[in-house]
């Protein structure tokens, strides 16, 4: 077991006890009944949450540099001064939980292939680089390549983890020690990173059984870990996110750490098929709607969608077993999004991060769009959350997001 240094443990002790000031705030059980509200498709207002950030334009004094380089204790302590950052610049509706949250030690397998990329940018800080895949499923028989996830829990380890943890912040925090396991039905993404977007599309018309039988075998592996998941008891029914949305409800998680049991019937999962965005709804229900349904009975709940368009599908994502929230991406017709989804679920809409991506925001044209999307949302009776994600830049002003997230809760406040 690695020692820390006292360097190391005073780093942790200090961002502990920052964090624990703003985590007892009274202000995030508000949010919490907020959350649960709109969960419940109930919502008092709209919510709001900033995630997936260009951090590294955002380390302007250093806030994020920092101290520990040994696992767990380097993850911890950069999530608690993001934690930190986010809740002193644009806290919005960001939730703290009121615990220092370890991680189990888990090392869960992906699918046995591994893609073969070439990055096309140069720029040594980018947060997101144009990719090439090489396609490693030229035939049927290269299907029986993709091999089931697997799941391990290293016992002894998380022991060890724990131990010196509640030695480490001994006096400044409680210690909670949670598996962070969240399912990504996803598996489109995975196929494309293996095969190719372009080849995908030519394969749906020239050799739809092949990819028929690629997302049969994903789809049995992903079982295979969801099971091994639920046998060991690992599920993350106590995180408070999924897909950068919080998912506090009446059912499954009431209050921070009142999880229900570490099962998948407990917990949240999220599905997408990002490259769908440019596919008929007869095809997304082909070859969709059948794999995602079977790993999604599993969940408590669903999360679907991301930066595929979906007003022209949402029908057919309905039928998703146990799906509560669904993405209204930057692509999709919020307007029509509006009239089709219904009471019961919630609209995710994400709002376009475009308008960060110069030196000075414009708040007037920020606040226009928004205005758009709650009106589109208010005249049709839905729930409906703005969750600000996938930010490539901000062009090194982090200011822009402060000033995306004041705009933001001034018309939330004023709905």
Known sequence: MYELNEAERQALRSLAEKYMRYALDPINNEKIRLWRALNRSHMIRPMVCIDQLPWNELNNNGDLNCVNTVSPWAELELDLRKKIYQWEHFPVDLVLNPYIELPLSLTITSYGLTPDVQYQSTEEDNSVKSQHFTNLIRSIDDVEKIKDMTVTHHEAESAEWLQQAEKIFEGVAPVRQVSTLSFHLGTWDYVSMIMGVEQ??????????????????????????????????????????????????????????????????????????????????????????????????????????????????????????????????????????????????????????????????????????????????????????????????????????????DTAMKLVNDF
Not at 212 to 228: C, F, K, L, N, P
């Open 200 to 405: 995908v599309y030519y394969d749906l018309i020239d050799r739809p059984e092949l990819l028929h039988a690629v997302m049969e075998r994903i789809t049995h592996s992903v079982v295979a870990g969801i099971e091994q998941a639920n046998a060991l008891q690992v599920h993350g029914d106590n995180l408070n996110l999924c897909h950068c949305s919080h998912i506090f409800t009446d059912e499954l998680l009431p209050e921070c750490g009142a999880g229900k049991g570490s099962v998948s019937s407990n917990s949240w999962a999220f599905g997408l098929a990002q490259l769908f965005t440019s596919v008929s709804p007869s095809v997304f229900e082909e070859f969709e709607l059948p794999y995602i349904s079977r790993t999604a009975s599993y969940f408590g709940m669903i999360y679907y969608g991301c930066c595929d368009r979906l007003d022209n599908k949402l029908d057919i994502v309905k039928r998703i077993p146990h799906v509560r929230k669904v993405s209204c991406s930057p692509w999709s017709k919020r307007d029509r999004f509006a009239e089709k989804i219904g009471p019961e679920l919630i609209m995710s809409n994400k709002p376009s991060p475009a308008f960060l991506a110069v030196e000075q925001c414009d708040v007037e044209a920020i606040g226009k769009d928004l205005s758009y999307t709650i009106e589109c949302a208010r005249r049709n009776n839905v729930n409906l959350e703005l969750i600000l994600k996938d930010v490539s830049t901000v062009k090194h002003n982090p200011d822009n997001l402060t000033r995306w997230a």
